[in-house]
């Protein structure tokens, strides 16, 4: 693969911030609840870390989120809401 830059652009600024939470959870694809990744047929287990809404890296599967192949999704986040446990 090979990239050609015929037009350059200057790039004014670039403005960098935080999302909260709430901002977050509405943009991401996926809520991850497991650490797990497949199931013992080898499929993507929902809501596991290779969630099928995050994108895909199996060639001839489809994203679930976009509809798109590996070669042209370019991946979604999910997010894991933090787990709070009380230590005695
Ligand atoms: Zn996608």
Redesign the pocket.
Known sequence: MSYTFSRTKLIDKIKFGLLSPDEIRKMAAARIITADTYDEDGLPIPSGLMDQRL?TIEPGQR?Q??G?LVST?M??FGHIDRINFNCK
């Open positions: 994108g994203c989120t976009c798109n999704c991946g979604h």
